[in-house]
């Protein structure tokens, strides 16, 4: 992945990241990576991975971070990992239908990591790549929650863009979105932001104070349903290029 220190954070919270983040839409991710064999680049602790391999896809799992892939390969033996970065793909010319970045191209420098992409998809193929944002215009405690902090460095490249350059060997960006619902309660959601590469980083007496009033938060939004149960709503992004012959 590029050189920016964020990228490689989570490794230090790979239990927690695996536990707080959420899963992905079947519908779209079936979209995302129409082929039988699937490269999850940048798969981080298997979140997209358990997806296609619910969908019959065969998944080769790729992650820069080796404390990631050990959540995954705990999770998933049947799944062969390699670590490396998206730039520098282990794999054969023409060797997968789909190569597929989950909450992880905005990490990649695109002219390198596109360059890979052409090189390891067979010609038909697909390159992908996804954003789970949570849905700040469904709920006022979720806009209140992005308002704390602004959206991440993922959330903001998913919802504003501009279009993958997976490069030359594939052609235009087809972009889909699908809006879902994930039971959650305080401890999930406080959780959750504490996976943030901004609040990994951050000095402890930041983060505290941060998580917080992440907690304020979603406790009062907790009080004020009926029911005492929260819903995460997100809008999942995906994007999709065909590869050319």
């Known amino acids: 992945m590029a050189a920016d220190p964020r990228a490689l954070s989570f490794g230090a919270i790979a239990g927690g990241y695996a536990a707080a983040r959420p899963s992905y839409p079947a519908a779209l991710v079936a979209w995302l990576a129409p082929g039988q064999v699937v490269a999850d680049v940048g798969a981080g602790t298997g979140k997209l991975t358990s997806v296609l391999l619910a969908a019959g896809r065969e998944v080769i799992a790729i992650e820069p971070d080796p404390q990631m892939l050990d959540e ?71 806009a209140e929650l992005t308002a704390l902090r602004g959206p991440s460095a993922g959330q903001a490249r998913g919802l504003h863009g501009p279009d993958p350059a997976f490069g030359d060997a594939f052609g235009p960006c087809e972009r889909r979105e699908e809006r879902w619902d994930r039971p959650t309660d305080v401890d999930a959601v406080v959780a959750l932001i504490g996976t943030r590469s901004d609040m990994v980083l951050a000095a402890t007496d930041e ?23 929260l819903v995460m709503p997100y809008l999942a992004i995906g994007y999709r290029a065909t590869r050319l012959s």
């Open 72 to 142: 995954l390969r705990a999770a998933y033996p049947e799944v062969a990992g390699h670590v490396a970065p998206a730039e520098e793909l282990p794999l054969v010319d023409g060797s997968v239908d789909a190569v597929v970045y989950a909450q992880s191209w905005h990490w990649v420098d695109e002219g390198a990591a596109g360059h890979e992409a052409g090189r390891v998809v067979r010609p038909g193929g697909t390159a992908g790549a996804i954003w789970n944002v949570p849905d700040a215009s469904a709920a006022d405690w979720v």
């Open 207 to 229: 983060r505290e104070r941060a998580l917080g009033e992440v907690r304020r938060i979603a406790t009062a939004a907790a009080a004020a349903d009926p029911s005492g149960r």
